[in-house]
């Protein structure tokens, strides 16, 4: 009986552990299947001070990267100046600045034109939002399924 209840515990454990999976602060993700990656705290609000930086590549050398943004999207809206998350095409800092967004609207989807991409989320002290999810695929079109 008592067993019982642990052993429901522990799955309830385990359940949360696998919803929290994709909240952590940046990292390098190589996609293998389409899946996602969210600010930390998503989608109730995030933190204050982060700094996150994730870089996604497809294995592939030609292969390119698709995202898209959830429609629950929320940053301080201050003209991105504290809050926000940018999107680079390519590796670093250094790529190709596609777009750092804020506000309430969700940014419209993105394909790279390498196989890399780089995301940015950074929030200051004070104010803070839901936050962000993007869900990652390779880019599929006629030429690059070769
Ligand atoms: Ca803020």
Redesign the pocket.
């Known amino acids: 009986m008592h067993c019982g209840l642990v052993f429901v515990l522990f799955m309830g454990f385990l359940l949360v552990l696998e919803a929290f999976k994709n909240d952590k602060c940046g990292g390098n993700i190589r996609i293998s299947s389409p899946s996602y990656l969210t600010s930390p705290g998503y989608p109730i609000s995030y933190p204050p001070t982060q700094r996150c930086v994730w870089v996604i590549s497809a294995p592939g050398p030609h292969q390119r990267i698709l995202i898209n943004f959830n429609p629950h999207f929320d940053l ?1 809206d201050r003209e991105c100046k ?2 926000y998350v940018e999107v680079r095409d390519g590796v670093d800092e250094n790529g190709q600045l596609v777009g750092k967004y804020c506000g309430k609207i969700a940014p419209s989807a993105v394909v790279s034109s390498g196989n890399q991409l780089f995301i940015k989320f950074v ?2 002290y ?3 939002g839901a936050g962000f999810s993007i869900r990652y695929e390779i880019f599929k079109t006629e030429y690059s399924r070769i």
Request: glycine content about 0%.
């Open positions: 301080e504290y809050d929030s200051d004070e104010t803070h």
